[in-house]
């Protein structure tokens, strides 16, 4: 258990850490990809490999490079800021690649670093050798340009008159330098506050259980304050059920009641409090759910025609049943006492189907008026009905 969990552990934090930015390549035929998936590090490493041994590798690497930069137009904004590569061929675009620079650098026996000043000429001379890969950074800091567009611009001059000095077989990367490029924003749903735990009191049960509230009453009167410990008291625990003692002050009322596991729910049964035994509440929810009711009011059998009542105000309490749960964990997502059908929602629902049907009847009835088929002729011969008085 303890091996798949680090293993799942160390892919985790292997996708988090991986960079993908854009890749383009000319110079050399390669393999297409559709523009809304990623290339893995694996995937575009043996494809480097195989350009590797034909070929000498170059990759220009811009800082910050993005998908972005490649739709910018020049500072006159007559043309794009990438006028000379935009006429090379073969070529390929890669929307997304994982981590091309370390892929680069798993394939290449030889490697090789260079430098292009700030007049655009590399810092060292650049011999051609099959097999060999060479990584070329920008150093224009010290240059006067002022926008993004302008550098990339000179870049793109660069980058083309390099290429024109070399009459070997090379295949050109153009990449973000690594660490460089911006990431993509991963949106995720964010977990619902489902209950402000402040202000109340908690109580732990180890990693098994935990329960909140603000106010516990007896037949309405406020119990004293419970104990300052906010450890909850577990005993009889097995798989599916264990039981909870929370003590107050007066260390002879404690209020205890069990919970068990059943078909993934917890629910909780046998509350008792100063000797008094309540009925089972309707307590129950999934077990990577908290649950939680503003106002929980349970109620004994009646003695002499008198009933005890015991009242949470604010509860939630969960039990996740699961041993790899740490201590003090947070709250799952709110299961609360209130259904997502009240009696008030059904009679609402019944009502605008009431009136629905009354609307739908009306409005047949009066499509269904239709004018007489038949008219007295004036031309005609006059209708006379004889009446006689009896």
């Keep these: 258990m303890l091996g798949k969990s680090l293993i799942a552990l160390c892919v985790i934090l292997g996708v988090a850490l991986a960079e993908q930015t854009p890749v383009f390549l000319w110079g050399a035929n390669s393999a297409s990809h559709p523009a809304l998936s990623t290339v893995s590090q694996t995937e575009f490493a043996d494809q480097l490999s195989t350009l590797l041994e034909d070929h000498m590798v170059v990759a220009f690497e811009e800082n910050g490079l993005s998908n972005k930069d490649f739709l910018c137009s020049s500072v006159e904004g007559q043309q ?139 037949n309405g009167e406020k119990i004293g304050q419970l104990t300052t410990s906010s450890d909850a008291k577990i005993s009889n625990a097995s798989t599916t059920q264990f039981s909870v003692r929370i003590d107050t002050v007066e260390t002879d009322k404690p209020i205890t009641f069990d919970v068990t596991l059943s078909g993934g729910y917890y629910s909780i049964s046998n509350v008792q409090y100063n000797g008094v035994a309540f009925r089972s509440p309707d307590v129950n929810a999934p077990t990577s759910f908290s649950y939680t009711c503003a106002s929980l009011v349970l109620a004994s059998a009646a003695t002499n025609n008198q009933y005890n009542t015991l009242s949470f105000t604010s509860l939630q309490l969960q039990a996740p049943f699961d041993s790899t749960y740490q201590e003090k964990f947070v709250f799952g997502d709110s299961w609360d006492c209130v259904g997502f059908v009240t009696p008030g929602i059904l009679m609402g629902l019944l009502v605008v189907v009431l009136l629905l049907v009354i609307v739908f009847v009306g409005v047949c009835w009066m499509m269904d008026i239709n004018t007489m088929d038949r008219f007295d002729d004036p031309k005609g011969k006059t209708i006379t009905i004889n009446a006689s008085a009896d």
């Design 80 to 218: 794009s800021c990438y006028a000379q590569l935009k006429g090379v061929s073969p070529k390929t675009y890669y929307t997304s690649v994982e981590n091309p620079t370390e892929a680069l650098r798993s394939v290449a026996t030889k490697r090789e670093y260079n430098t292009i000043n700030a007049s655009g000429q590399l810092v060292k001379p650049l011999k051609c050798s099959v097999g060999k890969a060479v990584t070329i950074t920008f150093d224009d800091a010290d240059a006067d340009v002022e926008t993004r567009e302008a550098k990339l611009e000179s870049h793109d001059a660069a980058i083309a008159a390099i290429t024109k000095q070399l009459e070997c077989k090379v295949a050109y990367l153009y990449l973000a330098a690594a660490g460089t490029s911006p990431q993509p924003k991963q949106l995720s749903r964010l977990r619902r506050d489902t209950a402000a735990t402040v202000g109340g009191n908690i109580y732990f049960g180890g990693n098994q259980f935990q329960i909140f509230y603000t106010e516990v009453k007896y």
